[in-house]
């Protein structure tokens, strides 16, 4: 194939011969069909097209020939003009070949109108100049360089082909679907309905749906939902074609027309679906090697990072299961420990953060004691970092707000962390005056230790002001396990616990004697100071039997528990503060006066 100068346009075709399968083809670009009663074509220039082989021919192929050689970018559409009839656009390449094998034998001579959003971006164009101007049309695609990464991913499943012509030149675009409802073509474009063409919802990637006429933000998106999209229905597949401002990928499988043909757009930059041919002709394959290591360990990251304890066999039969693929043990190792590498790498991203939000918190809430402790002696021997122990945090207003309405009593419980880096979570929650539970003030630690329990209470004395320890009521939940077991005997324990007065609590004390004396004997151990309220201190104004207020605020974390510090940190803080105003609204709404 050979481009004439502009000079040469009118001359007729070279002798090709008898026998020959090569035809010229005359292009009008960069103009408009006016159809009617005198159907012409109004503006633009022609570019003429020498030794054209008429086997392979397809729009695909007459797209790259006009961009490669006269440097016409943009979405074309390709028409015929016919007398007493006017311009028919071609729609598929069964109709463009099968009008080029007509004049075989009638002059050798082809002329196609090109209609549509081209863009001239050479000063020379081969030859083929245009004085017409490109900015009456809108949506030009422009050669414009690919996002950084955009085509670094697949490489280990072998799924990008060569770009080299023969690539392209073996795909036999000729093949025709059964039926042309079968075949989605920008025919009835959504501009031309009156609707918008659909985008990609981020939400959507683990299982996409993809449309004709589609918007992505990038090369990478389309390609990892052309991927997903595939392997959702056991069906292999390869990009034959990735430059700059195209991709096309198609079944690599004898006898399967399945294809799709996307472009990158002037202005953002995102890429539209040009060309989609639907529908598979081979059926399911469980053996799909687009299931790669790669593809499993980016789509399973979120649940290695909620799930971090998940064994290899139950990660393996999971992505067996969703994707209905052979996925073997070998494969399954890979991809979990590189997706717990992520997880853990982001983990320690987020830790690198600490610093940085804590002096935030401190800026932003002036009074506000937070305080970190790293292991002591510890120092990695690369980074030169130290490594994180635990995080106390009580805000200035919860703490001011304890010690100006509430009682001096408050719980203290521990919970178990579910992020990847566990650990747990030591709290202190006071009495509101509305008798709800009130944070005051929380910690993540490594876990529930003596050392760690002192460390959290000087830190809470010191920001209670507490110096008259006599004042004070602390509840906690021991948990011991005494042995003593029925019904009847609980009962009784509730009664004593629930007497109000020295003379009722002697009289319940008598009654569970009387049901097991080795019970009575074991609370004579504990002082009754600790466990009931006929003997509880009158200066706490309350007489709560158990530390429901702790498990209360737990049940209302159970999200935050699972995040990583920063996340954890910020899902407390965020409770807290909603809670304190919800609070406040209900009061003033309540009380007016």
């Given at each position: ?121 050479s ?23 690919m ?22 030149d ?45 918007y992505?933000?990038?090369?990478k ?50 890429v ?22 790669s593809?499993?360990?980016k ?13 290899l066999?139950s ?22 420990r ?8 982001d ?10 939000y ?15 402790k ?11 970092q ?40 030591l ?144 899902s ?7 809670r304190?105003?919800q609070?406040r ?9």
């Amino acid at each position: 194939m050979s481009t004439r100068s502009k000079e040469l346009n009118n001359e007729p075709p070279p002798n090709y011969g008898n026998g020959s399968i090569e035809i010229t083809m005359r292009c009008y670009i960069w103009g408009k069909c006016i159809n009617g009663h005198d159907a012409h074509y109004e503006g633009g220039e022609i570019c003429v097209f020498d030794y054209v082989e008429v086997t392979g021919i397809s729009l695909f192929e007459m797209d790259r020939m006009l961009e490669n050689e006269a440097r016409a970018y943009g979405d074309k559409r390709c028409h015929i003009l016919i007398e007493e009839y006017g311009f028919r656009r071609l729609w598929h390449d069964k109709e463009l070949y099968g009008y080029c094998a007509e004049y075989l034998d009638y002059g050798r001579r082809v002329d196609l109108y090109i209609e549509g959003d081209v863009n001239d971006e050479s000063e020379d164009n081969n030859g083929c100049n245009s004085d017409a101007s490109s900015g009456e049309f809108s949506g030009k695609d422009s050669d414009y360089e690919m996002e950084e990464g955009d085509d670094d991913d697949y490489e280990d499943n072998g799924d990008i082909g060569s770009d080299s012509e023969n690539d392209v030149d073996n795909f036999d675009v000729d093949a025709a679907p059964d039926s042309e409802s079968d075949f989605e073509s920008l025919h009835g474009s959504g501009d031309e309905q009156g609707r918008k063409p659909p985008t990609v919802n981020p939400k959507d990637m683990h299982n996409p749906k993809i449309k004709l006429e589609q918007y992505f933000s990038n090369f990478k998106e389309f390609k990892e939902a052309v991927r997903t999209w595939n392997i959702k229905r056991g069906r292999p597949f390869k990009f034959v074609k990735h430059d700059k401002v195209k991709v096309m990928a198609k079944c690599p499988r004898e006898g399967c027309d399945w294809y799709i043909y996307a472009r990158k757009l002037s202005g953002a930059g995102s890429v539209q679906v040009r060309t989609f041919q639907r529908k598979h002709k081979r059926g399911f394959s469980y053996h799909n090697e687009s299931v790669s290591s790669s593809w499993v360990t980016k789509n399973y990251c979120e649940t290695v990072r909620e799930n971090p304890r998940l064994d290899l066999k139950s990660f393996t039969n999971k992505v067996r299961k969703e994707n209905k693929c052979l996925f073997s043990k070998y494969q399954g190792y890979r991809a979990k420990r590189a997706a717990t590498k992520i997880v853990q790498r982001d983990e320690t991203d987020h830790y690198k953060k600490l610093p940085d939000y804590i002096n935030e918190i401190k800026r932003s809430n002036p009074g506000t004691t937070v305080i970190m402790k790293v292991v002591d002696g510890y120092c990695d021997v690369v980074t030169r970092q130290q490594k994180f122990q635990r995080l106390y945090m009580c805000f200035a207003g919860v703490k001011q707000g304890f010690l100006a309405v509430c009682r001096p009593i408050f719980g203290l419980d521990g919970t178990f962390l579910k992020g990847p880096a566990g650990g747990v979570l030591l709290t202190a929650v006071g009495v509101d005056p509305n008798n709800g539970f009130y944070s005051i003030a929380y910690a993540s630690t490594e876990g529930e230790t003596k050392d760690s329990w002192m460390w959290f209470l000087t830190l809470l004395r010191e920001d209670l002001q507490i110096e008259k320890n006599y004042e004070w009521t602390i509840m906690s939940d021991k948990q011991k396990v005494a042995g003593f077991k029925g019904t009847t005997l609980r009962r009784a324990l509730w009664k004593a616990a629930k007497a109000t007065t020295l003379a009722k609590f002697s009289t319940k004390m008598r009654e569970l004697v009387e049901i097991d004396i080795e019970a009575a004997k074991w609370l004579d151990t504990k002082q009754p100071i600790e466990w009931t309220r006929s003997h509880f201190s009158t200066f706490s104004k309350c007489d709560m039997l158990l530390n429901n207020i702790c498990e209360s605020f737990n049940s209302k974390i159970l999200n935050a528990r699972e995040e990583h510090i920063v996340g954890l940190m910020e899902s407390l803080k965020h409770y807290v503060m909603t809670r304190l105003q919800q609070n406040r609204d209900m009061a003033k709404n309540k009380w007016k006066n």
